[in-house]
Nanobody, 111 residues
């Protein structure tokens, strides 16, 4: 059974940082692209960042320069570091791999 479990979200003040984690089990993690998406209430789902099996990365313009995606294939885990958080970063963040998605982790940026 494939499982993706996100963690690391929370309430943070503007300008703060968070590191989200996504632990994957039940599938050959190292062979797949891993994407982080987010969805805010009333808004469409947005691709935040992606990392290929070889480590190539891509970022949405909205987070470029503030965000780093990485993966540790030995731990079957992907990470999303977001710095200089803004209120518009508030959303539920999901990791996706193949056709599977985790339950999401809430990120709220507010003073």
């Amino acid at each position: 059974q494939v499982q993706l479990v996100e963690s690391g979200g929370g309430l943070v003040q503007p300008g703060g940082s968070l590191r989200l984690s996504c632990v994957v089990s039940g599938i050959g993690f190292r062979f797949y692209v891993l994407n982080w998406y987010r969805q805010a209430p009333g808004k469409q789902r947005e691709l935040v960042a992606g990392i290929s099996s070889g480590g190539s990365t891509n970022y949405a313009d909205s987070v470029k320069g503030r965000c780093t995606i990485s993966r540790d294939n030995a731990k079957n885990t992907a990470y999303l570091q977001i710095n200089d958080l803004k209120p518009e970063d508030t959303a539920v963040y999901y990791c996706w791999l193949a056709n599977y998605r985790g339950q999401g982790t809430q990120v709220t940026v507010s003073s």
